[in-house]
T-cell receptor, first 112, second 111 residues
Framework: NAGVTQTPKFRVLKTGQSMTLLCAQD?????MYWYRQDPGMGLRLIHY???????AKGEVPDGYNVSRLKKQNFLLGLESAAPSQTSVYFC???????????FGDGTRLSIL | KQEVTQIPAALSVPEGENLVLNCSFT??????LQWFRQDPGKGLTSLLL?????REQTSGRLNASLDKSSGRSTLYIAASQPGDSATYLC??????????FGTGTRLQVFP
């Protein structure tokens, strides 16, 4: 039972490059989330989705885009990477509102 | 602004001690509160979830309590073990789809 899987696990980018982080869950969860974790700041919500085809902004959405074309996948895109986006990115999913969130192991992203 | 604070930021204890981790939140109108464990380089593992109508939840050696009126939750770990060493995160959900996280307490239990 894989749970929530994030790819890639590590990535180094140059400023201005673009990339997509993939999150896949095999629990048939409706809700999916993207967070970033920075030292001393805790986890902050970037974007989230309450079902296939829906997305919504979180606390820190600027510079990121997301898509939820399939229920099991939630993609996070960086169109033009900036050093301020160096962080650890976590994806999570849940059955629905108020239900426990299940997390992936994270993607460590460095922007040079 | 809705904020979540965890004190202390770090804690080091000898094996076998009972210990308490604290979480406080500024807005008491919570929907539920969730405690997580995070191991170095890993994601978050859910430990306990307390609904706003509950006072506590227990799982094995872990007990989480909730006092909405004072804006506080505590995570009690009984008979701590080296394997309990990790960062413990508290997260609060209000009547939205979003969790607001504290910055965590880094726990080290030494033999």
């Amino acid at each position: 039972n894989a749970g929530v899987t994030q790819t890639p696990k590590f990535r180094v980018l140059k400023t201005g490059q673009s990339m997509t982080l993939l999150c896949a869950q095999d629990m048939n969860h409706e809700y999916m989330y993207w967070y970033r974790q920075d030292p001393g700041m805790g986890l902050r919500l970037i974007h989230y989705s309450v079902g296939e085809g829906t997305t919504a902004k979180g606390e820190v959405p600027d510079g990121y885009n997301v898509s939820r074309l399939k229920k099991q996948n939630f993609l996070l895109g960086l169109e033009s990477a900036a050093p301020s986006q160096t962080s650890v990115y976590f994806c999570a999913s849940s059955r629905g509102k108020g239900q426990p969130q299940h997390f992936g192991d994270g993607t460590r992203l460095s922007i040079l | 602004k809705q904020e979540v604070t965890q004190i202390p930021a770090a804690l080091s204890v000898p094996e076998g001690e009972n210990l308490v981790l604290n979480c406080s939140f500024t807005d008491s109108a919570i929907y539920n509160l969730q405690w997580f464990r995070q191991d170095p380089g890993k994601g978050l593992t859910s430990l306990l979830l307390i609904q706003s109508s509950q006072r506590e939840q227990t799982s094995g050696r872990l007990n989480a309590s909730l006092d909405k009126s004072s804006g506080r939750s505590t995570l009690y770990i009984a008979a701590s073990q080296p394997g309990d060493s990790a960062t413990y995160l508290c997260a609060v959900r209000y009547n939205t789809d979003k969790l607001i996280f504290g910055t965590g307490t880094r726990l080290q239990v030494f033999p």
